[in-house]
């Protein structure tokens, strides 16, 4: 059998002090997330996140940096997961938005501070929410160019 784990992007997205989280059901359960998703067939990974900030959040984004690759496996689902998560730090008010989500998977968005984030530990899809949102805060900032796409 071969190993093959999902591929999937993220983005941290920031306005002043707060983040941007989306609400979605998972197992029946409301979970937390960044905007994230499934790398599509014929996408490069900023373009899958660019895609997926639009469809999740409604905002037309393009990520200022890479924070880096997460793996997970899911203790429920049996996958492995290797995240690429991504950052947009926003100095313009991001307005009203609303998700595009074609699959009508996410519920609402949502603005938390990091403490109030921290406070929904147990809410979260994953412990990757977690971790990304405490890289970016450490200060870890990877340039795009390390992604390398050779299509």
Same mark, same amino acid.
């Given at each position: 059998?071969? =190993?093959?784990?999902?591929?999937?992007?993220?983005?941290?997205?920031?306005? $002043?002090?707060?983040?941007?989280? *989306?609400?979605?059901?998972?197992?029946?359960?409301? *979970?937390?997330? $960044?905007?994230?998703?499934?790398?599509?067939?014929?996408?490069?990974?900023?373009? &899958? &996140?660019?895609?997926?900030?639009?469809?999740?959040?409604?905002?037309?984004?393009?990520? %200022?940096?890479?924070?880096?690759?997460?793996?997970?496996?899911?203790?429920?689902?049996?996958?492995?997961?290797?995240? =690429?998560? =991504?950052?947009?730090?926003?100095?313009? %008010?991001?307005?009203?938005?609303?998700? $595009?989500?074609? %699959?009508?998977?996410?519920? &609402?968005?949502?603005?938390?501070?990091?403490?109030?984030?921290?406070?929904?530990?147990?809410?979260?899809?994953?412990?990757? *929410?977690?971790?990304? =949102?405490?890289?970016?805060?450490?200060?870890?900032?990877?340039?795009?160019? &390390?992604?390398? %796409?050779?299509?």
């Amino acid at each position: 059998m071969t =190993f093959r784990p999902n591929v999937t992007v993220a983005a941290v997205i920031r306005y $002043q002090d707060r983040f941007l989280l *989306v609400e979605e059901l998972d197992r029946r359960r409301h *979970v937390f997330n $960044q905007p994230a998703g499934h790398l599509e067939a014929g996408e490069s990974l900023y373009e &899958a &996140a660019c895609r997926e900030i639009k469809e999740e959040t409604g905002l037309t984004l393009t990520p %200022d940096g890479w924070l880096g690759t997460y793996m997970y496996q899911s203790p429920y689902r049996k996958f492995t997961y290797l995240r =690429f998560c =991504f950052y947009c730090e926003l100095t313009t %008010d991001p307005g009203e938005h609303s998700p $595009q989500d074609p %699959d009508n998977d996410i519920l &609402a968005c949502h603005w938390k501070t990091i403490d109030e984030i921290r406070s929904m530990k147990k809410k979260l899809r994953s412990p990757m *929410v977690m971790e990304c =949102f405490e890289d970016y805060l450490n200060g870890v900032r990877l340039p795009l160019s &390390a992604l390398k %796409d050779r299509r």
